[in-house]
């Protein structure tokens, strides 16, 4: 079966070192797939590279059967894909509501829209007293919940996740891995970008290991839970 | 000095007002969206009001009625300056994204000055100052020493819809929704699906639709326009936008009635009104000591 998102041999970086030194990479339909790494391996460069934020250098990008290499973003989102960016990265000035109709820019369906809104509402039930707050003004966690609310807002088939547990209180981490168990038992097949070894494993069904822009090692989560590779991508041992 | 006397002032204050909003409000488009200034602003205005008297000189010429011309003069002013400024955006401004700010400022001076010498050089006696059509009704109501004049209280009133035009566009529909997006966080804007450069593209074509609007006002204000009027305008409008603070809208609007109100009060003070421009400068460079990022600073979470 065709992988919904294939990455192939993808070199990419910033002025003149490269942080990708090709990256190959599959997300298969309906599963989680993660994507762990330490600090400055080059996760969030992989992810901007295939949203065609950060210019591509060589290897080739698909999603499902089309090439997207090169693709400009607002593009490649028209698709169905999806990311909920790191850094829970709100629009500050724009109320909840707002940010969520941001989130349905390319849903031309005003009956989905609402549909969409009631099932963020559903899932995240605090969003919903605070539709006309200024998103700037809430705290950490609920700008979260507000970035992955605002993702489902499209039509996704595909979400990335960049370290959604990044700076959050333990509470809200767990909070949100639940979370986004229960998106992909909607069938939206997720990549799931962590730092977080433990409970990155624990929900996904498949994982690959980035270390200095190269994967080190793949393999479904049991595998990778003992893998030694993994333990050296983040102890350098 | 008697009441009539100051209303007089208080009235060509709000028109002067509504002109300098009109340019200082695409100043801080631009500069909301991209992070530029776009120094050929002021002459775009030049460009929009002797485009509108060109075409009314054209519509005359075919006999086309004063009412049905003034429409026209709008329209070709308007829809002009927001073509011109979108192809400025397209060929001077987006391929200079990734060089310093500075440079964006520099060419969009000297193509200022490709259009202001352009008009010297090629409109018929362009060097001279031209009259322009007296297209709105002129009765003039008198109360004491205040002499209302019916045309003042129109170019006021169409300078506020066009801002409220604005103002509302921006905040209730889909595409202002995406300028704003883009405006706060430009990655995230175009993550969300916004194509950014159809967002940009637009932004300045509205900004200099605006100057347009303020330009043809300044024309049926004075009844008098020139190559180089936009040269004190663009400058005014800057230094409102900047004095409100550079990014929020309501702060160019404020920016340009308070800049009108200190020229009005500099003329009434000296009694020389040539020297109202040296006094609302002076006092424009003070305002800026003390709050060096304009008076309605823009905070990160409150860009247009």
């Known amino acids: 079966m065709t992988p919904l998102l294939k990455i192939e041999n993808t070199v990419s970086g910033y002025d003149e070192a490269d942080v990708l030194a090709g990256v190959s990479l599959d997300v298969a339909e309906r599963e989680i797939t993660c994507l762990l790494g330490a600090n400055g391996a080059g996760k969030t460069t992989l992810i901007r590279t295939l949203l065609g934020l950060n210019p591509i250098r060589s290897g080739k990008v698909f999603f499902k059967t089309t090439e997207i290499t090169g693709w400009p973003t607002h593009e490649i989102v028209r698709l169905g894909i999806t990311c909920v960016p790191e850094g829970r990265r709100v629009f500050p000035a724009m109320t909840v509501l707002e940010n969520l109709r941001m989130g349905g820019y390319l849903n031309e369906s005003k009956s989905d829209i609402s549909e969409r809104l009631d099932y963020a509402f559903t899932i995240f039930p605090k969003l919903k007293e605070r539709v006309g707050q200024l998103a700037g003004t809430m705290s950490g966690g609920e700008q979260a919940m507000l970035t992955i609310a605002r993702g489902l807002m499209g039509n996704p088939e595909l979400i990335i996740f960049d370290e959604p547990s990044l700076g959050l209180s333990p509470l809200f981490v767990k909070e949100n891995f639940r979370v986004i168990q229960e998106i992909n038992g909607q069938g939206i097949s997720v990549l799931l970008v962590e730092q977080n070894v433990r409970q990155t494993l624990a929900i996904s069904h498949v994982g690959h290991v980035l270390a200095q822009g190269k994967i080190i090692t793949s393999g479904n989560t049991e595998t990778l839970r003992e893998s030694d590779a993994l333990k050296a991508a983040y102890f350098g041992g | ?243 409100g603070g550079l990014g929020s809208l309501y702060g160019a609007i404020a920016g340009g009635f308070l800049f009108a109100a200190l020229q009005t009060v500099g003329a009434v003070w000296f009694a020389v009104p040539a020297y109202k421009d040296v006094f609302a400068f002076a006092v424009v460079i003070m305002l800026m000591a003390w709050r060096p990022t304009g008076l309605l600073a823009e905070r990160n979470e409150e860009r247009v």
């Open chain 2, 1 to 243: 000095m008697d009441l009539g006397f100051l209303a007089q002032f208080f009235v060509n204050g709000l028109v002067l007002g509504v002109i300098y909003a009109l340019v200082a409000v695409g100043f801080t488009l631009f500069f909301g969206v991209l992070d530029v200034i776009k120094f050929s602003h002021g002459d775009v205005l030049m460009l929009g009001a002797f485009t509108a008297l060109a075409t009314y000189l054209g519509l005359s010429d075919i006999g086309v009625a004063p009412g049905v011309a003034l429409i026209l003069v709008f329209v070709a002013g308007i829809a002009g300056m927001a073509f011109v400024g979108a192809i400025v955006c397209k060929f001077l401004v987006l391929p200079l994204r990734g060089a310093p700010q500075l440079n964006t400022l520099l060419i969009t001076l000297m193509f200022g000055t490709v259009i202001r010498e352009s008009v010297r050089l090629f409109y018929p006696s362009g060097s001279n100052p031209k009259p322009f059509p007296k297209l709105l009704p002129d009765n003039a109501f008198e109360f004491g020493n205040l002499t209302l004049r019916l045309d003042s209280c129109i170019i006021v009133l169409l300078g506020i819809l066009a801002i409220i035009f604005t103002q509302l566009f921006i905040q209730k529909t889909k595409f202002g929704l995406a300028i704003r997006a883009v405006a706060q966080d430009e990655e995230t804007a175009r993550l969300m699906g916004v194509n950014f450069k159809t967002v940009v593209l637009l932004t300045f074509a509205l900004g200099s639709a605006l100057a347009a609007v303020g330009g043809i006002s300044t024309g049926l204000y004075y009844q008098e326009i020139n190559f180089a009027m936009g040269l004190m305008l663009g400058l005014i409008g800057f230094s409102s936008a900047v004095l």
